[in-house]
């Protein structure tokens, strides 16, 4: 493994912790601070679409990034997470182009479905026993890949199925914070 990679993992590791830290501010000031004076959650439903798709963004390319340059093949978990995830980048970007609105619970029902999968994902990855074969025929390895391979493991505990649960508790919570927030009058 090149070099380079130790590095990208650190970063995406910490940039994952960040993320976490995020989505419990956001928790806080919906749970606690709700108001329509609170500037932080003003400033997240300001952006939120912006957020959301700079997120998917990032989590698009990394995916393919590990998969394609750095060679490490996706497992099944790791594509339907992916079908959950990919849509997003478009739904947001239309919502960019657009300004309709209307993708919040569309997105919304992507996040939990790519979350509840991703939870199912470490659970496995943590010793947990699978239902599924787990098992994913790669084309250009035709290895079969175990979901309870980790290929980063940073800091004792952030994994790509976390980095995957992270980034759809942050476009959840981002949304609720959207729809909570142009309710408030």
């Known amino acids: 493994m090149p070099a380079y990679v130790e590095i990208v993992n650190k970063i995406l590791a910490i940039g994952t912790i960040g993320l976490q830290v995020v989505v419990v501010a956001i928790l806080i000031g919906l749970i606690f601070f709700r108001n329509r004076e609170n500037p932080f959650l003003m400033l997240v439903k300001e952006y939120t679409f912006i957020l959301g ?3 998917a963004l ?3 390319l990394l995916s393919l990034f590990y998969s ?7 497992c099944e978990l790791c594509w339907i997470q992916r079908i959950f995830l990919y849509p997003q980048l478009i739904l947001f970007g239309m919502e960019l182009y657009k300004r309709d609105r209307s993708i919040v619970d569309f997105s919304i029902v992507f996040a939990t479905i790519g979350s509840i999968v ?7 990855e943590n010793g947990g026993a699978s239902n599924l074969g787990c098992a994913a025929l790669t084309p250009a390895s035709a290895t079969q890949v175990s ?7 940073e800091f004792g505990y952030v994994t790509m199925p976390l980095m995957a649960l992270t980034l759809s508790l942050f476009i959840i919570t981002i949304l609720v914070n959207y729809k909570y927030m142009a309710r408030v009058k």
């Not at 394609?68 to 996706?74: R, Y």
């Not at 979901?147 to 493991?153: E, G, K, M």
Request: proline fraction near 7%.
């Open 53 to 55: 798709f700079l997120a």
């Open 58 to 60: 990032g989590a698009f």
């Open 147 to 153: 979901c309870a391979t980790r290929y980063i493991y």
């Open 68 to 74: 394609n340059i750095v060679g490490f093949p996706p």
């Open 118 to 124: 991703s939870v199912y994902h470490l659970y496995i």
